[in-house]
């Protein structure tokens, strides 16, 4: 971790609702992503993850709002930058990959066009120029006789073919941080690992940092170099992927990699149920003092029902926030 | 061929659709008091009115009579007015101009008025366009036609004196606008509502959040992927209302003195002309059948997921 990081969040706050009744649905957020870095949010739905994302490039909208804290990218802070400066990064150095491919693309707008977009929106282009980068675009992506398929509309293609399309629509611009939320979840398992495979690849060859956002602790810890663990809207651990798996820190995480089912587990341990968390998620109003995950941990103490735990770094490298963290 | 395939089964469709049409409005005239002879005067001698019901075959049995206006209707013969003695189709041709006038400049009227209102009330929920083109809209509802057509009359005509209160005139657009506009209302009203609904749906959808992923701007979200998308459903709400703006015709051509087909069929309905009554309904639900032809092809046209098939 050496130079200036290309992104960096310090202490980031996200509320929801109006100036009268405000929550904090994120809080105390802070990370930073090299340039080239594969960095990974992973929590259960509704942990505050996406809306990170949604911050990072200033896609919140209302009820949703940046209560305080600092986003630097590039060295410069974004957090209040004017709408018109926004739309320069977003798409252009910042770009998005979502979920669900199959509502994300325009229905009645053929694919070509929708990449085309990019390149008249940043670089200039006339829609003839655009379109044909847009051919070249989607040959980057792999998708068979690219020429033919710009002018097909999304429903003719696959659910894994329009995700390859988010991504031609993502990297056309070569933007320096790609943020994938959730970007395999509703593809079939084949499907999903070309996916994973031509965005890591595509990104390695650029030189374009990936920020992923999923609730898969195991396909994080696959793509990504660093992992952070979000639990009721605050990071609770951060290490290194391989760490993460072989000696996890936090209650919660420990519960998560512990909640995976493994092949050959069986054949090694003799038949045994696979562990799980109890309990539930606090929703957004009624988060626990102290530490949000003591309810549901077995190693709550008084402390952690009243004291926020504050961040601990690791010898090992990373950090974590648990009273008694091992 | 999807597309022509698709357009001979329509046509062939809309064959059974006449049929019943036709019967129904038989049927409802059999059965209402009341014919030719009785309207003409108060006490009619019975035997002129025997005589003239044999003249107009009125005497015959209801299936026979069916039977010899389908046999003609299929030569294309609309039959005789009983009031004018003038072949239906030629009352109607005289009549069908002004009424295409009327609904095409009230359609008009509203899609441009409407639809534009709908998109701006959407941009800015809550806000005071939109709080004031939902007034509009909901006025516009509720308003009865023959009322606010004579406010109409009494504002423009009457006090202003910008445009003649009623009367076709030369056919020319200073005697069409008070009509159009007092027809218009209605689905101008009910456009700027479906189209503020349409936009405030499609601006929450996913690819929409994609499109300001990609960092455009609100008015070129709006113009690249909002407007096409609030067109599929702008105009299904169009094919519709041209139905009924043909039903609401009705009352503003009577209302202005217009000569239309629909103060034609006032007219004939009134006087129990069946042959006329006949003609102006079926000339009214062919054209309706059309133009909901015409919609369909146009969806293919703009939402590429749609197949003739």
């Known amino acids: 971790m050496t130079g200036a990081p290309l992104i960096e969040v310090e202490d980031l706050r996200i509320d929801i609702g109006d100036g009268r009744s405000r929550v904090a649905a994120a809080e105390g957020v802070s990370f930073r992503i090299d340039r080239g870095e594969t960095f990974g949010l992973v929590g259960e739905s509704g942990c505050g993850k996406s809306i990170t994302a949604l911050a990072l490039i200033g896609l919140l909208r209302p009820p949703l709002s940046i209560g305080s804290g600092v986003i630097r990218f590039d060295g410069h802070e974004i957090q209040h930058l004017s709408a018109a400066a926004q739309r320069d990064l977003r798409g252009n150095r910042i770009a998005m990959i979502f979920q669900e491919p199959m509502t994300a693309l325009n229905p009645v707008s053929p694919v070509g066009r929708q990449i085309a977009e990019m390149f008249v929106l940043h670089k200039g282009k006339s829609w003839r120029e655009a379109n044909k980068l847009a051919v070249e675009a989607l040959a980057s992506v792999r998708v068979p006789a690219p020429e033919r398929r710009v002018n097909d509309y999304p429903h003719q293609l696959s659910g894994g073919m329009r995700q390859r399309v988010m991504i031609a629509i993502a990297l056309a611009c070569g933007p320096d941080l790609l943020i994938a939320d959730e970007p395999t979840t509703a593809l079939d398992v084949t499907v999903q690992a070309e996916i994973i495979e031509l965005m890591r690849n595509l990104c390695a060859e650029r030189g374009t940092a990936i920020l992923m956002i999923s609730h898969d602790l195991g396909l994080v810890a696959n793509v990504c170099r660093r992992v952070a663990v979000m639990y009721a809207g605050r990071i609770v651990e951060e290490r290194g992927s391989t760490d993460i798996f072989r000696a996890p820190s936090h209650p919660y995480t420990k519960g998560l990699v512990d909640s995976l089912p493994r092949l050959g587990s069986r054949a090694a341990l003799g038949r045994s149920r696979l562990k799980e968390i109890a309990g539930v998620v606090p929703a957004i109003a009624n988060f626990p003092d102290g530490c949000r995950f003591n309810p549901r941990c077995a190693s709550a103490t008084d402390i952690c029902r009243s004291v926020v735990p504050t961040a601990d770094f690791l010898e090992a490298g990373g950090l974590v926030r648990c009273h008694h963290h091992a | ?309």
């Open chain 2, 1 to 309: 061929m999807p597309m022509l395939s698709f357009l001979i089964r329509r046509l062939l469709q809309t064959i059974p659709t006449v049929l019943a049409v036709v019967m129904l409005v038989f049927v409802l005239f059999s059965v209402v008091p009341g014919s030719i002879a009785s309207t003409m005067s108060d006490d009619v001698d019975p035997q002129v009115e025997l005589r003239l019901k044999q003249q107009l075959g009125l005497d015959d049995p209801l299936y026979v009579r069916f039977g010899n206006y389908i046999a003609k209707l299929a030569t294309g013969d609309f039959g005789t007015s009983f009031r004018t003695r003038e072949p239906v189709t030629s009352m109607i041709a005289k009549r069908a101009w002004p009424t295409l006038q009327l609904i095409f400049t009230a359609m008009a009227f509203s899609v441009v008025v409407g639809v534009p209102l709908g998109f701006i009330a959407a941009l800015r929920p809550g806000g005071l366009v939109d709080t004031l083109a939902m007034v509009v809209a909901v006025s516009g509802l509720s308003i009865a036609k023959f009322w606010l057509g004579l406010m109409i009359m009494y504002v423009f005509a009457l006090k202003l004196g910008w445009l003649p209160s009623f009367g076709y005139g030369d056919g020319g657009l200073k005697y069409l606008l008070l009509p159009a506009v007092t027809l218009g209302v209605s689905p101008m009203a009910l456009f700027a509502r479906t189209t503020r609904a349409a936009v405030l749906e499609i601006m929450s959808a996913d690819f929409v959040r994609t499109a300001r992923s990609k960092g455009m701007s609100e008015v070129r979200v709006v113009k690249w992927h909002v407007m096409r998308n609030a067109l599929v459903i702008i105009l299904t709400t169009v094919g519709l209302q041209f139905g009924g703006l043909m039903g609401q015709a009705v009352v503003v051509e009577k209302l202005f003195s217009w000569p239309g087909i629909g103060s034609l069929l006032v007219d004939s309905v009134l006087q129990r002309d069946i042959p006329a009554v006949q003609g102006s309904i079926l000339v009214v639900v062919l054209a309706f059948l059309a133009i909901n032809l015409l919609i369909d092809l146009l969806y293919g046209v703009i939402d590429p997921r749609i197949r003739y098939a």
